[in-house]
């Protein structure tokens, strides 16, 4: 279970965090949620799809990375075989967390950087430090800094952009049948996708406003990115042959 702390550079001065890739240190999902913004580095690699949440049955956009539950396949002995890694990934095992603050008697919500002291990553004799010698941040920590807050206001926006998707009923569910060269087979399901029929049929006026919010890109990014599940069959393929 995951022990998060207030990041600050008294209590956790000496500390560092291990930034190569492996199973070791929580690598090995099968996927990782990503958000509209991140489409055009994502689909250069994974395919993206779409979950639910069965308790508000709401969306989210994840990057799929294999077929069954703790397997990676862009995961070996050498790390991670991708040049790039989704920010929900690369920010582990930080979070942004939330803390009042008052100023003149107004109370507000300001973000801090939180660490959770329990996670494999996190050392004093290995990795990236956090904090220099007197004190600031380091440039490890300060790239973390950009990349949760990139990561915040992304995951914000991909709500909305879901529930666009959902209010021009875009998605559907779908079942990905996947036949390995072992014979063996695997059948995908849970996920949702854009169904590009429904996309040609909207109006000139709805297309138009998917372009002007950005989100039309986003889409063609994501119907795109379909072409990668046949590269996870590959890598699988060649998993298994070796």
């Not at 290995?126 to 915040?152: K, M, R, W």
Request: charged share 20%; hydrophobic share 40%; net charge negative.
């Amino acid at each position: 279970m995951a022990n998060h702390a207030l990041l600050n550079n008294i209590d956790h001065q000496d500390l560092k965090v291990v930034t190569e890739r492996s199973s070791e240190y929580g690598d090995n999902l099968w996927y990782a949620q990503t958000f509209a913004q991140e489409f055009r580095s994502i689909q250069a690699h994974y395919p993206i799809l779409f979950q639910q949440d069965q308790n508000n049955g709401t969306f989210v956009s994840v990057a799929l990375f294999g077929f069954t539950q703790n397997e990676n396949l862009f995961l070996n002995d050498n790390g991670w075989q991708a040049s790039y890694i989704p920010l929900s990934v690369q920010r582990q095992p930080f979070l942004i967390g939330q803390q009042e603050r008052t100023t003149d008697g107004v109370t507000e919500q300001h973000r801090v950087i939180t660490l959770d002291l329990d996670s494999p990553r996190v050392s004093k004799s290995q990795g990236q430090p956090l904090f220099l010698p007197y004190g600031g941040n380091s440039d490890y920590l300060e790239t973390i800094a950009n990349v949760l807050e990139t990561l915040h206001q992304g995951l914000q926006d991909d709500a909305i952009f879901s529930q666009t998707l959902t209010d021009l009923d875009l998605l559907e569910s779908v079942t990905l049948d996947i036949e390995l060269n072992n014979t063996k087979k695997h059948q995908l399901i849970g996920f949702y996708t854009i169904n590009e029929d429904k996309l040609n049929a909207l109006s000139a006026e709805k297309i138009k406003q998917l372009q002007q919010s950005g989100y039309l890109h986003a889409i063609y990014m994501a119907l795109a990115s379909q072409v990668q599940i046949a590269e996870l069959v590959a890598r699988k393929n060649a998993q298994i042959a070796s």
